[in-house]
């Protein structure tokens, strides 16, 4: 069932299926926390990014995914259709990120009981065993759409520094909304996990979109899908709630590529005219 949102939530943006084309030689540029979508000439093949093997599809279309910290450059070299080897640099420009400074004594204490270290054990290795096995699937391709419909109330990349400590940036970005605010997928995708409550994330779907690239629907009041169920985009998957650790209703969409986080945000298309704007 495809779930009824706002038009300029669910239609699906043609930025993020508009790739850059990549040439011998050419340097590419990408931005820190960016999910790169680029196209190869048709045809060729091992694609590796530092070293590290990127698949390609026959199109010679492609992603990787740039963490929010790194700085400089990458390598990346492919084979031609020709036989002949091509390599390009990939420049990774900064980001200003949200920051708030704050003094060392308003940090959380953290002092985990033994009881909940190994709770928190299992619950990671659910969600490592869910983003284990890369699939073949090409839903990454088709563009991407609003979750929900609501107020962006933290980035991706925002972060806290406590005195001279720096907390954990945020790895993905908040949509403020009622309890009960329907969710839907973002983009196709196989369930590859639904359970909860976990103690960080609550009740949780893991979507997993193809070739490394999985989205993570956090804090959920309610589950609408089972593992291995197939979804459209727009189809609801669950409900915003306040489940784990959350102050307030809200959904977390966290994307990651082969374990790198990257700014799903980048890849919507303008928030619709009654929330505020970035």
């Known amino acids: 069932m495809r779930w009824a949102l706002p038009p300029l939530i669910i239609a699906a943006v043609a930025s993020a299926a508009a790739a850059q084309t990549m040439t011998h030689s050419e340097p590419i540029t990408a931005t820190q926390g960016q999910l790169l979508i680029a196209s190869l000439p048709a045809g060729s093949h091992e694609l590796t ?160 979109h193809g070739r490394g690239l999985h989205s993570a629907m956090l804090h959920l009041s309610k589950i609408d899908v089972t593992v291995g169920q197939t979804v459209q985009q727009g189809e609801k998957i669950g409900e915003i709630g306040t489940t784990g650790r959350s102050t307030g209703p809200h959904l977390h969409w966290g994307l990651s590529w082969n374990g790198v986080r990257v700014d799903p945000e980048a890849l919507l298309p303008p928030l619709p005219a009654e929330a505020p704007a970035r």
Not at 81 to 106: F, H, M
Request: proline share 9%; charged share 20%; no cysteine.
């Open 49 to 208: 990014l530092d070293g590290t093997p990127v698949h390609v599809e026959p199109d010679g279309r492609f992603m990787a995914g740039v963490d929010r910290d790194f700085t400089g450059s990458k390598q990346l070299a492919w084979v031609m259709p020709d036989g002949s080897n091509a390599q390009a640099e990939l420049k990774v420009q900064p980001r200003g990120w949200d920051i708030s400074r704050l003094p060392a004594r308003l940090a959380t204490p953290a002092n985990p009981t033994p009881e909940w270290l190994a709770q928190r054990a299992a619950e990671v290795a659910q969600i490592q065993a869910a983003r284990a096995e890369p699939s073949a699937h090409d839903f990454w391709r088709q563009g991407w759409a609003w979750p929900a419909s609501g107020r962006v109330s933290t980035h991706f990349g925002a972060q806290r520094i406590y005195g001279d400590t720096p907390a954990s940036y945020h790895s993905g970005m908040d949509i403020a909304a009622p309890t009960g605010t329907p969710v839907v997928a973002p983009a196709a995708g196989v369930v590859r996990l639904a359970t909860g409550p976990f103690s960080l994330e609550g009740n949780l779907v893991i979507l997993d």
